[in-house]
């Protein structure tokens, strides 16, 4: 059975910094796709950023420049992070991984086989 465990989230000034990490606790080269997504009350979650294979990483243009995802050697812990907090980034925010590549997978999109539980991201103005 495989979990995702995130942890990091909590309350931030708007410009302050947040680092959430993502321990997942498979196989370390099990997952292909690892994402971030966060999701807004009362809307579908959105991708934040991904990470293809190693080390190809992928971004969603609101937080291009500002967030960065990591993921470390053994492939265990999956990392986002952020800079430069806005109060627009308040959300919760989801660890997600998908085992094999696909052609037409979709990073910030596709459905994902696995999901954390979901840590809470606060930023005040």
């Known amino acids: 059975h495989v979990q995702l465990e995130e942890s990091g989230g909590g309350s931030v000034q708007s410009g302050g910094s947040l680092r959430l990490a993502c321990v997942q606790s498979a196989d370390a080269s099990m997952f292909y796709y690892m994402a971030w997504f966060r999701q807004y009350p009362g809307q579908e979650r959105e991708g934040v950023a991904a990470i293809v294979g190693t080390r190809t990483a992928v971004y969603a243009d609101s937080v291009k420049g500002r967030f960065t995802i990591i993921k470390d050697s053994p492939g265990k812990t999956l990392y986002l992070q952020m800079d430069t907090l806005q109060p627009e980034d308040s959300a919760m925010y989801y660890c997600?991984?998908?085992?094999?590549?696909?052609?037409?997978?979709?990073?910030?999109?596709?459905?994902?086989?696995?999901w954390g539980q979901g840590t809470q991201v606060n930023v005040s103005s």
């Open positions: 997600a991984a998908h085992q094999f590549s696909m052609t037409r997978f979709q990073p910030l999109e596709s459905a994902y086989d696995y």
